[in-house]
């Protein structure tokens, strides 16, 4: 089938691809069964293997804004594991199809090794240019119906009190990117774009005038949310909770197996309880009425809604994750990026290994002809009891002891911060090199909130610059309510010591 891979123009790490399937189902209606195709990572770096040791120990491919650095060695993941235009690559794939409201027909999952073929290596810029001309729609009409289905996905995760619903208008975030120049200071141009993280609709507002700084903002400098880009979020997601779907019917048909073949697969769910409101009454209606009043043009009750955000938890046990408004979710679509994504994709696969030579070990075959290890299928090998060929005693008490999903969490949160500094170096370095040719340059902001008081008894408010997409906490010897509008200077910037301080002009 026809096979599209959907990512920015400068990645190198193709690990995902999708496809939509089209076929005759009962009493020849026609039916869309949608295709998630995931680089098969593990096929190449197994277990026991000098690349699964690299994974290990590096946990995450770093992205920084001077470039990537990747959690596998290039000739890998750029290579032989990525999904390459018009090359056959193997992959793990997931086939499932959507009920009317946007729900998962849970009889439809299909989860398999596959051998694909990429169509298209397309970008987002390539497919929201399509969709827009209406190629998408035509000649690529695959494009045009998974986009449909992406949206139907949306609003279905909305209606479950998903972030996008929760926050429906996210504060745009930063993205700094640095190119070698020769006419820039010292042969490097840090270039920053402003973005949304995502377009669920905006806030029904009851006409509260909003800064003009803020429609300037929104209007000239945010970059609006692709259609290519919720197309892929949405149908990623699709496939973390599709296969954490899966997982529970694998069980539940399990528990119907007699003998002592008790197969299993563990998933890594990723969960989030919701927002608790029972004890929290007064911080509930200010959040509401932030909302209501559209204060800040609802950047205000996005950043107020984050005290009632709990912390995501990963955990083997199946459990709701609130903010993306599901039942169940398990993160597996980037293997080659993310250790955590290869541990599931060694569970999964060994999984199936030890279903297909369970069911060839029924039919007579021998372990010597099905080639496997004891590393393959995650236990040891079934050995033959009495003179049945047939007959076999497979102990999997100790079934996938090696794999814990909670191994490299410290090292990915060491990752998470040499990212953040990274940023903030270069953050500070633009606006240094903007404050040495320009000392006088203004910038407008936004005070989202109120954070508390210092020992001096100076209150403490959330200061959100526009251009910079930057939260910042300030200090203010007055009061100053949630939405004002501020000028402010540059009074300290210092990027080696981490240093930034601005003062008010206005």
């Not at 205000?300 to 955990?315: E, G, I, M, T």
């Not at 293997?335 to 599931?344: A, E, F």
């Not at 526009?466 to 300290?492: A, F, H, W």
Request: some cysteine; overall charge negative.
């Amino acid at each position: 089938m026809k096979v599209f891979t959907i990512d920015s123009a400068e990645t190198s790490e193709i690990d995902d691809g999708i496809s939509l399937e089209k076929y005759a189902g009962i009493n020849g209606v026609e039916k869309k069964r949608i295709w998630i195709h995931i680089a098969d990572a593990e096929r190449w770096a197994p277990r026991d293997s000098k690349l699964f040791d690299i994974a290990r120990r590096r946990v995450t491919s770093l992205y920084l804004p001077n470039g990537a650095i990747p959690m596998l060695p290039p000739k890998a993941s750029d290579d032989i594991m990525s999904l390459t235009m018009n090359k056959d690559s193997f992959a793990l794939s997931l086939g499932v199809e959507l009920k009317e409201d946007g729900s998962i027909d849970e009889s439809s999952i299909v989860v398999t090794p596959s051998l694909i073929r990429v169509s298209y290596r397309l970008t987002y810029d390539e497919v929201d240019e399509m969709l827009e001309e209406g190629s998408g729609y035509s000649e690529e009409w695959e494009l045009g119906a998974l986009l449909s289905y992406a949206n139907k996905r949306r609003q279905y995760r909305c209606s479950r009190g998903s972030s996008e619903g929760f926050v429906p208008t996210p504060i745009p975030q930063k993205q700094i990117k640095i190119k070698l120049d020769n006419i820039a200071p010292d042969g490097i141009r840090i270039d920053i774009s402003v973005q949304a993280t995502h377009n669920s609709g905006t806030n029904q507002t009851s006409g509260a005038e909003i800064g003009d700084a803020f429609q300037k903002f929104t209007e000239e400098v945010v970059e609006p949310v692709s259609s290519a880009f919720t197309l892929v979020t949405e149908t990623m997601i699709l496939a973390g909770e599709a296969i954490g779907k899966w997982k529970l019917l694998e069980d539940e048909a399990n528990k119907g197996i007699e003998g002592s073949f008790q197969n299993e697969v563990s998933l890594p769910f990723r969960t989030q309880r919701k927002p608790d409101y029972t004890s929290r009454a007064r911080e509930k209606n200010i959040m509401m009425s932030l909302m209501e009043y559209n204060i800040g043009g609802g950047y205000c009750h996005a950043w107020y809604c984050r005290r009632f955000l709990s912390p995501v938890k990963v955990q083997e046990e199946c459990a709701p994750h609130s903010g993306l408004g599901l039942s169940c979710y398990v993160q597996w679509t980037s293997p080659i990026r993310r250790y955590s994504d290869l541990l599931t994709h060694v569970s999964v696969k060994r999984y199936l290994r030890r279903q297909r030579v369970q069911a060839l070990l029924s039919k007579g075959h021998g372990l010597k002809e099905l080639d496997v290890t004891a590393e393959d299928i995650g236990c040891p090998l079934p050995q033959r009891i009495g003179s049945d060929t047939h007959d076999h005693d497979w102990d999997l008490s100790d079934m996938d002891a090696d794999i814990d999903f909670r191994e490299g969490g410290g090292l990915m949160g060491a990752a998470r911060l040499l990212q953040r500094n990274s940023e903030q170096y270069y953050l500070f370095e633009y606006i240094r090199r903007i404050h040495e040719h320009d000392p006088d340059k203004t910038w407008d902001a936004m005070v989202l909130g109120f954070i508390g008081s210092g020992d001096n008894s100076k209150k403490q408010y959330a200061i959100y610059i526009y251009e910079l997409g930057l939260e910042y906490r300030m200090t203010s010897p007055v009061n100053l309510d949630q939405g004002t509008e501020l000028k402010l200077k540059t009074s300290i910037i210092s990027p080696r010591a981490g240093q930034l301080a601005f003062v008010r002009t206005l």
